[in-house]
T-cell receptor, first 114, second 117 residues
Framework: GGIITQTPKFLIGQEGQKLTLKCQQN?????MYWYRQDSGKGLRLIYY???????QKGDLSEGYDASREKKSSFSLTVTSAQKNEMAVFLCASTTGTAPYAEQFFGPGTRLTVL | AQKVTQTQTSISVMEKTTVTMDCVYE???????LFWYKQTASGEIVFLIRQDSYKKENATVGHYSLNFQKPKSSIGLIITATQIEDSAVYFC??????????????FGAGTRLKVIA
């Protein structure tokens, strides 16, 4: 088994601030994902990475940067936080490129922008 | 682009009954994979069950089963003998292929299930 950890659990920032969220997995999975979930809504893909140093934009990448410097970690940066922005950011991973592989999710980082 | 639609926003059922949650999808791929995930009140998301498009038999795991109707592009989740702890949001998802040969997931909006004692 393995686990995905996300830090911090809660993140409060100011408008215009640059904020970084971190994700670590010990599954030794190749592919990692960042999703945004707004209250009561589904998951929207921000970025994903199929291997170390690879980055692929999702449907919601504008306003975000990502970094995959190690296989086990994947960071997401909110480049300029928007006032009243509130969402949960979820990190996930999956093994290789097998199309049948399910995703494993982290516990999420809840972002509030004042 | 592929699309996954869950039209039921919220369902309430009595404990120990059976519930079906609907999901329809759109895809151009001849071979694809459909998933159901559960998100608990704490926010934790866990994988429940998967259906491979080339398999005719419906997948079953514990008290979860699927109603796969390929001609209708439909993949319903059936929970039998529901328990209070089944109360959660259930997401339908499809694995979508990219030209690079890599895959990403497309999620539906989710259905909130409330099981009443």
């Amino acid at each position: 088994g393995g686990i995905i950890t996300q830090t911090p659990k809660f993140l409060i920032g100011q408008e215009g601030q640059k904020l970084t969220l971190k994700c670590q997995q010990n599954f030794n999975h190749d592919t990692m994902y960042w999703y945004r979930q707004d209250s009561g809504k589904g998951l929207r893909l921000i970025y994903y990475s199929i291997t170390e140093n690879d980055l692929q934009k999702g449907d919601l990448s504008e306003g975000y940067d990502a970094s995959r410097e190690k296989k086990s970690s994947f960071s997401l940066t909110v480049t300029s936080a928007q006032k009243n922005e509130m969402a949960v950011f979820l990190c996930a991973s999956t093994t290789g490129t097998a199309p049948y592989a399910e995703q494993f999710f982290g516990p999420g980082t809840r972002l509030t922008v004042l | 682009a592929q699309k996954v639609t869950q039209t039921q926003t919220s369902i309430s059922v009595m404990e120990k009954t059976t519930v079906t949650m609907d999901c329809v999808y759109e895809t151009q791929d001849s071979s694809y994979f459909l998933f159901w995930y559960k998100q608990t009140a704490s926010g934790e998301i866990v994988f429940l069950i998967r259906q491979d498009s080339y398999k005719k038999e419906n997948a079953t795991v514990g008290h979860y089963s699927l109603n796969f109707q390929k001609p209708k592009s439909s993949i319903g989740l059936i929970i039998t003998a529901t328990q209070i702890e089944d109360s959660a949001v259930y997401f339908c998802a499809m694995r979508e292929r990219y030209n690079t040969g890599n895959y990403k997931y497309v999620f539906g909006a989710g259905t909130r299930l409330k099981v009443i004692a």
